[in-house]
Antibody, heavy 116, light 106 residues
């Protein structure tokens, strides 16, 4: 079945780095744009990054621009989010999602906690 | 960046009610809008895309309308499983921002 599974979350100190992964299955991964979204505890959804089919075009939210990098490996059916210079306000549940006239497939999310 | 403002928030209603949630964009976005439903502890679920197209498998009591800067999500007859938080999202320009959410409660 169509599925996205995130991994790589955890506890990290302010200023630290983390790399999230999203494993896709059940569909032709290279046919779809992909997106990362996050949700801070008790808060709403925040769109943070987008990547095109080929991986050549990326866009970021201002809140993460210059600190986070989205990438993909179509041969491995995988999406990534490299997060550097992490701050307390980056604490959230991070989702990957497939874009097809809306975000139609979501993973269950992976939790990132930034705390000393 | 395009801002989306949802109203009302929260929204109190009862089973069987017809409810409407509004999403207003800070500038025109044509019909590039989606609606999602999120229940606690679960990821959002796509309900509507392109402002008015129902996602496959979504009950027909959900409908969307609007274009330009003003959009609505309507639930024609509330069911117990519809009590959740609803978000709009624009796909017109990056960043693809979400509205702040509307919690639909009893």
């Amino acid at each position: 079945q169509v599925q996205l599974v995130e991994s790589g979350g955890g506890l990290v100190k302010p200023g630290g780095s983390l790399r999230l992964s999203c494993a896709a299955s059940g569909f032709i991964f290279s046919d779809y744009y992909m997106t990362w979204i996050r949700q801070a505890p008790g808060k709403g959804l925040e769109w943070i990054a987008y990547i095109s089919f080929s991986g050549r075009t990326m866009f970021y939210a201002d809140s993460v621009e210059g600190r986070f990098t989205i990438s993909r490996d179509n041969a491995k059916n995988s999406l990534y989010l490299q997060m550097n210079s992490l701050r307390a306000e980056d604490t959230a549940l991070y989702y990957c999602a497939r874009e097809d006239a809306g975000l139609d497939v979501w993973g269950q999310g992976t939790t990132v906690t930034v705390s000393s | 960046a395009i801002q989306l403002t949802q109203s009302p928030s929260p929204l109190s209603a009862s089973v069987g009610d017809r409810v409407t949630i509004t999403c207003r964009a800070s500038e025109g976005i044509s019909g590039a809008l989606a609606w999602y439903q999120q229940k606690p502890g679960t990821p959002p679920k796509l309900l509507i895309y392109d402002a008015s197209t129902l996602e496959s498998g979504v009950p027909s009591r959900f409908s969307g309308s609007g274009s330009g800067a003003d959009f609505t999500l309507t639930i024609s007859s509330l069911q117990p499983e519809d009590f959740a938080t609803y978000y709009c999202q624009q796909f017109y320009n990056f960043p693809y921002n979400f509205g702040q959410g509307t919690k639909l409660e009893i």
